[in-house]
């Protein structure tokens, strides 16, 4: 890591630090060195097989049955996600953004990830936006289960409260994001006076408006991330460097400027 990287942590410690309400925003460069590939970018998912359509919810809402049998034995670039993710450990970087929760700078985590590592590394304050492979979601009602929860002997598995269809929590294109998330996802960005961009190319929408939102209400955008992304011009301060590599030397740094 060069000497400017390093000087750059130290200046966003200081913005993290003298802000009043740090709020992260993840993708999913987040995971990439706990062996997850991101979307794009080099070596990304959509940068070698090409962006999914974009109607993968009309496509379950007509045939559930068919994305249930896709879900079960999934093929191709799903088949190499799921094994990813199934496989996948929490990284120092992580660690680090519990230390950073811990100590009372980092508020929330808005993550994109579907693969559930916050939560497994202990952050408490997340929220997945796009969902978490490991819980079902019944589309009538909203209630969620845990996947190892629901039958699917017979397809589609059906809601224990409500009779209505079940799917996976994972938000798929063309499905709106669960009431309940979007709105603890608007409440915190709101609250933000300054985002910190880890992994996230800033593309995909509603999660990219929100450190548009932050900055657009005056606050400070840090970004984390190997290369420069769709948001990168707007931020204030950043940090050319990986999750894992960056995010515990921030939260030293951070640690060193704490008095308790
Ligand atoms: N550390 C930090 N950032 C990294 C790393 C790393 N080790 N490796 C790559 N990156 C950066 C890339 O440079 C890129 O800017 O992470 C970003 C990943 O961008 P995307 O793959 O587009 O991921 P994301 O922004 O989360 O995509 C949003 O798109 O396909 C949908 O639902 C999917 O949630 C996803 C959404």
């Known amino acids: 890591m060069d000497a400017g990287t390093s000087d750059s942590i130290q200046h966003v410690a200081d913005v993290l630090v003298s802000c009043h309400y740090v709020v992260c925003l993840t993708g999913a460069g987040m995971s990439v060195e706990s062996g997850i590939r991101p979307f ?3 070596n990304g998912i959509w940068t070698e097989y090409g962006e999914p359509p974009l109607d ?3 496509r379950f809402v007509t045939d559930p049955v068919g994305y249930w049998k896709g879900l079960l034995h999934p093929v ?3 088949r190499e996600l799921y094994a990813a993710l199934e496989g996948a450990e929490p990284h120092q970087g992580y660690v680090a953004l519990t230390e950073l929760e811990r100590v009372g700078v980092l508020k929330y985590i808005i993550t994109q990830n579907i693969d559930g590592l916050h939560r497994k590394a202990g952050s408490s304050n997340v929220a997945e936006i796009h969902g978490s492979y490991l819980m079902c979601r019944c589309v009538s009602c909203g209630e969620r289960f845990r996947r190892e929860e629901v039958d699917v002997s017979s397809l589609p598995p059906r809601c224990f409260s409500c009779g209505g269809v079940i799917k996976s929590d994972v938000v ?3 499905e709106p994001i669960p009431e309940d998330v979007a709105r603890t996802c608007v409440d915190q960005a709101d609250l933000a006076d300054c985002m910190l961009l880890v992994g996230t190319s800033a593309y995909v ?3 990219a ?3 548009r939102q932050v900055s657009a209400g ?3 955008l840090v970004e984390i991330g190997p290369h420069p992304t769709e948001i990168t011009e707007m931020c204030d301060v950043v940090v050319r460097g990986t999750a894992a590599e960056v995010l515990p030397q921030l939260a030293d740094a951070v640690a ?3 008095d308790y």
Do not use: E, L, N
Request: charged share 15%.
């Open 56 to 58: 993968d919810y009309r």
């Open 76 to 78: 191709g670039y799903y």
């Open 205 to 207: 929408y509603p999660a």
């Open 209 to 211: 408006s929100f450190p």
């Open 218 to 220: 005056g606050g400070t």
């Open 256 to 258: 060193s400027r704490m």
């Open 40 to 42: 794009r970018g080099p």
């Open 172 to 174: 798929v294109f063309g």
